[in-house]
């Protein structure tokens, strides 16, 4: 005799969820076509078919405890060949967008995050504080726009010097303390959102498999995933085959190895002030020798043929190029097919924002365009708060809640450990 099984849907969250980009997903009539397709999906319970059900059925709860929805990565194999246009690729990616804004806390900047008609807020809170401190500043140094000579340790305000944009912005009591305080709000957050997924993650059953052995320990699952999916992109580069999949990959390698140098930059710079300048210098008291080496590895503006400067110019040249890859794709797509959405503009809209405000702060600088260099700085400076503030809301954060899934998926034997050729 057959259990009978209640289905209670929330309709508010099949609205809800057909506003962020699944509006497509009562089209389904579970051909499975989707789950054939797509070249990742494990053969035991295949996504996207289930996903498209529970939707339309508004199980909203399993759909944010799967870890399925993680799994993907958005190749839009699925949506090409529905017979219906249903588009579950984007059901999969409105999912994890309800899932960015539900999993960290405070919940008002999901929000904020979840609409263009809130950008205005997420915009204005950076400009008024870097428009605050620019104002002390001009105050101070008695004009908004000032050029510097160095005199010693001091930058002393002169008509003949130069654009240093640490006069205007002094990194010991604006720049580093202000981003020192977001990057700690940024973890924070980071470190509730994915405390909260692995815990709707328990629900989900181990995966049996003959000859497997002990479960392994999730740090040595998360080892191979940076080593396997993270490094080398290898679930990219098997998502699809073709020209439009090779560029995506190329586009995501790019932007993304880019972003590590950049790290690399910003983390040679802070050890150089803080640990060479300020400790060692300052402090201890030493000037030559390796406290000099230091000090000078991170002193700014750097020389372009500084070793630092020219990584950090690389990967400038390296965005751009990633940038255009994604961006043109992303603008090629059939609007039958498949949509982007507020969170994909979102975040490629930021991104350039950073690259092009970055390289056209360091241009204008070498010309001597005081005018334009330093309102080119200021939005620098508003871009880049919006990145690292926003990240656990924002689409970029899959960054680190698709790294713990995966490696989640490889504790319960969802996925195998090592490269998935």
Known sequence: MSNTVRVQPDLKFVQELQQVGGESLKKCYQCATCSVACP?????????????????????????NDID???????????????????????????????????????IIGTWMS??????????IPAVIYMFIWSLMAGKLGTAFPLFVTDGHELKVA?????????????????DPIFGAVFAFMAFAFAGGVASMLKSFESMPRT??????PEPSFLSCLIDTLKNEVAQHSRFTNCGKDEKDTERVKGHLLVFYAFVALMIVTGIVAFGHWFGAWFLQKVMGLEGGIAAFIAWSGHTPMPL?????ILAN?????????????TSRRSALDAAKSTSNWYDWYLITVIWGITLTGIGSEIFRLMGQKMLAYPTYYLHLIFVFMLLAYLPWSKLGHVVYRT????????????????QN
């Open 305 to 309: 043929w500084s070793p630092v400067k």
């Open 208 to 213: 049996f498999i003959v000859g497997r052995g």
């Open 40 to 64: 990742l999906s494990p053969a035991d319970a295949p996504y996207p078919r289930k996903e498209m059900v529970w939707a339309q059925w508004g199980l909203k709860d399993r759909l944010l």
């Open 314 to 326: 690389a990967a400038a040249l390296a965005l751009v190029i990633g940038l255009t890859k994604l």
């Open 159 to 175: 008509a003949e010097g130069a654009i240093i944009y640490g006069g205007l912005f002094p990194g010991d009591y604006t720049i």
């Open 115 to 124: 609409s263009s008609k809130f950008f205005p807020i997420l915009f204005l």
């Open 69 to 107: 929805i993680w799994l993907c990565h958005n190749c839009g194999t699925c949506s090409d060949l529905c017979p219906r246009g249903a588009k579950p690729g984007d059901l999969l990616a409105a999912l994890r967008n309800m899932a960015y804004r539900s999993l960290a806390k405070p919940a």
């Open 404 to 419: 713990v899934a995966l490696a989640y998926a490889r504790k319960i034997g969802r996925l195998p450990m090592g490269a």
